[in-house]
């Protein structure tokens, strides 16, 4: 049964919630799922399985602070995650402009640098549209799970 570890960065309990109503969609689809509260460089997945992070953005573009030593390990230590397959759902608020979903798309980059690579698009979910989160990304994980099914089978 292939693995998948859900790390989540979280500052008010959103992207938490996230994790947990996207979690029995992933178990409906064979993976066993793990959600991971305080994030490290082990909880990265490798081989068949797969890391899917939900991260929400503070301040002008920030780390929730649960995330920030995950960040400041995995740029300390550099280490190399080509073997890491992972998806990304970011959660903002487009009144902030520039730094909208900034924590998840300087993740996304911090993650390619290191070899990464994203399965899919990154989801972006905008507080000022909708307004529980959960609603945009069932759909998309729905959508994700299958067209990785695809692309395996």
Known sequence: ???????????????????????PLFEKAGFEVNIVEQP?????TS??????F???TTGSGDYPGNF????RSLSDTSPSLTELRYGLIALGDSSYGDTFCGAGRKLDT???DHGARRLGERLEIDAMETFMADDAAIPWVEAWIEEQQLKAG
């Open 40 to 44: 490290t460089l082990d909880d990265l």
């Open 68 to 71: 920030v030593p995950f960040i």
């Open 1 to 23: 049964m292939p693995q998948l570890n859900i790390l989540v960065g979280t500052m008010y309990g959103g992207a938490l919630d996230v994790a947990e109503q996207v979690k």
């Open 54 to 56: 939900v991260l929400s």
């Open 47 to 52: 081989g068949e399985s797969v890391s899917l």
């Open 110 to 112: 911090l993650l390619e």
